[in-house]
């Protein structure tokens, strides 16, 4: 079975820094998801990437996938009281059926 | 309309009684899936049924039973809860089984205590 390392676990920063949260497998991703959950809702996909050295944009949000699909990073630029939540990230797809495996998950608290 | 919906949201129980979580989705997906979320948010896969056919079964005890009536509902049955029950539960379905790029849609989630 396939580990998710997600670190850091818990991030409590200042409005307006930068954050880095970062998910690494022993093993090659077939793809990855991040996903981010707001407190008494479920998880929200944001992005999905699949090739290696792939680089996605979402507004402020930055997603890398490393060349070797071993490790991925989301950077927030910034950050907003209201990017406070738990981001996760996720092995998807493959022979699974579907099946999510999930890091431990980032805390992040943005104070204003 | 919401699109993954799940009753109730909050349930408060004793311990060794028996329980049930609803779950319905709007969105026409062929695959639903059951997740528990412990105290320190780690969130781990308990089963998913494609069409009605069970798919995944993550060991867990068999206290927990899944039935799906149609593609649309799956709900989950708890027997004799126990402490280590208490949890969040989310319901999630998906339109794409096995696919490299599949995308879940979760539920608000069942926050269940269990005393």
């Known amino acids: 079975t396939q580990l998710l390392e997600q670190s850091p676990q818990f991030l409590s920063i200042q409005e307006g820094e930068n954050l880095t949260v970062y998910c690494n497998s022993s093993s090659v991703f077939s793809s990855l998801q991040w996903y981010r959950q707001e407190p008494g809702e479920g998880p929200v996909l944001l992005v999905t990437v699949v090739t290696g050295g792939e680089v996605k944009k979402l507004k402020r949000l930055t997603f890398q996938f490393g060349d070797a699909r071993k490790d991925s990073s989301l950077h927030i630029t910034a950050a907003q009281p209201g990017d406070t939540g738990l981001y996760l990230c996720?092995?998807?797809?493959?022979?699974?059926?579907?099946?999510?495996?999930f890091g431990q998950g980032t805390i992040l608290t943005v104070h204003p | 309309d919401t699109a993954v919906s799940q009753t109730p949201k909050y349930l408060v129980t004793q311990m060794g009684n028996d329980k049930s979580i609803k779950c319905e989705q709007n969105?026409?997906?062929?695959?639903m899936y059951w997740y528990k979320q412990d105290s320190k948010k780690f969130l781990k896969i308990m089963f998913s049924?494609?069409?009605?056919?069970?798919?995944i079964n993550e060991t867990v005890p068999n206290r927990f039973s899944p039935k799906s009536p149609d593609k649309a509902h799956l709900n989950l049955h708890i027997n004799s809860l126990e402490l280590g029950d208490s949890a969040v539960y989310f319901c999630a379905s998906s339109p794409v089984l096995g696919s490299p790029q599949n995308i879940q849609y979760f539920g608000a989630g069942t926050r269940l205590s269990v005393l």
């Open positions: 049924y494609n069409n009605k056919e069970l798919i």
């Open positions: 969105l026409g997906h062929d695959t």
């Open positions: 996720a092995l998807a797809g493959g022979t699974s059926y579907g099946k999510l495996t």
